[in-house]
Each structure stands twice: as C-alpha cells, then as structure tokens.
C-alpha cells in the first residue's frame, strides 16, 4: 500500500511571494503518477498539475510547478507569484501505473497567500 | 458538459436512516470513484468501479454499497447511516488510461445526527 505525507499542516505567504508545499511519499511501485490538486473554499477539487514517475523533467504548468526527486520519494509544488485566489487546501496524491486504483491522498496543507 | 454531478449538494440524516448520493458523468468515463473527506485526513477511498455492473471496495468501505449499470451513473447506498458517516462525499471519474487526471464532482456534505 501507498502512503503520502504532506508536513505542513497550514501555509501563510504574502501575494507574489514564492511557496513551496512539500510531499513524500512511501511506494514499492516503480512506474506511477503523482498529482497535486486544490481545493478552494468552494470544495471543488481542481487538478494543478501532475507528474509521470518515469520522466525526469519536472512538470510545469504557468505559475506551478514541481520538483521531482525520484529517489527521495518528493514530490513537492512552487508556487510562484502567488495570489489571492491561491489560497486553498491542496492536496499531493499518488497513483500506481497499472490497473483502476484510486488516488491515494496525503492529508493536505492549506495554504494562505496574505494581501 | 455538466463533468460529473452530484446530487444532493447537502443532507443531514437521523442514525438509523438510510439514502442515496447519486453521481453522474457524461464524459464516457470507464472508471468511477466514490471518496470521503474527513476534516484533516485527505480523501479515503470508499468504492470504485472500472466499468457497468463491476464494483470494488476501496480503503473505507463498511457501511456503504455501490451499483453500476450504466457507465454514466454511480450511486453510493448509505444504510443505517450513523454518526461516523458524518463526512463530505465525492464521486469522481477517469478515462482508463493510468496517466488520466480524476474529474471531481463539487462534493456531497452529509450529516448524521
């Protein structure tokens, strides 16, 4: 079974400062999928990005970011120029590559960009 | 498209009492999930299913039953529901390829009382 562990229980940054939300992870799968999704005070889950175990290169959507360390099992998110509508839960999850399992979820870090 | 609907958006419940969240989708997804998100735990994973008439239990599945016969719906049957079950809902969807993101309904907030 997978595990997730998000650290950081509450964030609070500045707008346009830079944030990095951390993630690792426990699997003995060597192909997967890890994904980070936000979860705004509306409750919608809204997928921020997301990462193949087997490319290297770091995935990368506008102001998001990850750093990907495969061997240390990280997955963390930057936020760059952080904004008011940022704040929100997000949420690091975990897939294996094969079959119809679920996301496995770490609790969740929740994030405040401050005006 | 409407993505995947949930429905009711809010119900509170007696201990004892029984009902029906219902989920919708109409991207022809294959693959189908019931969660729970319990204040400060992440999402659990309740029920899914790969496809009509095939279900299977995920990591919280006690007190919960699911049916699928058509690809577009996924009801989650809550019998004798009790306080525990207090909980916010969601269904969610995914083509059958590994890499495929999950699409989220807005979440189902139930409470038991």
């Known amino acids: 079974a997978q595990t997730v562990t998000q650290s950081q229980p509450e964030m609070s940054v500045q707008e346009a400062e830079t944030v990095t939300l951390s993630c690792t992870y426990d699997t003995s799968e060597n192909n997967y999928y890890l994904f980070w999704y936000k979860q705004p005070p509306s409750r919608q889950m809204i997928l921020v990005i997301r990462?193949?175990?087997?490319?290297?290169q770091n995935a990368t959507e506008n102001r998001f970011s990850v750093n990907f360390q495969k061997a240390a099992k990280s997955f963390s998110l930057k936020i760059s120029d952080s904004q008011l509508g940022d704040t929100a839960m997000y949420f690091c999850a975990f897939k294996p590559g094969g079959g119809a399992d679920g996301l496995t979820f770490g609790k969740g870090t929740h994030l405040i960009i401050q005006p | 498209n409407a993505g995947v609907t949930q429905t009711p958006k809010f119900r509170i419940l007696k201990i004892g009492q029984s009902m029906t969240l219902q989920c919708a989708q109409d991207?022809?997804?294959?693959?189908m999930y019931w969660y729970r998100q319990d204040p400060g735990m992440g999402l659990k994973l309740i029920y899914y299913?790969?496809?009509?008439?095939?279900?299977d239990k995920g990591e919280v599945p006690n007190g919960y039953n699911v049916s699928r016969s058509t690809t577009e719906d996924f009801p989650l049957r809550l019998e004798l529901a009790a306080p525990s079950q207090t909980s916010v809902y969601f269904c969610?969807?995914?083509?059958?390829?590994?890499?495929?993101?999950?699409?989220f309904g807005n979440g189902t907030r139930l409470t038991v009382t």
């Open positions: 990462q193949e175990a087997y490319k290297q």
């Open positions: 299913s790969v496809g009509a008439g095939i279900t």
């Open positions: 969610a969807s995914s083509q059958d390829r590994a890499n495929s993101p999950l699409h």
């Open positions: 991207m022809n997804h294959n693959y």
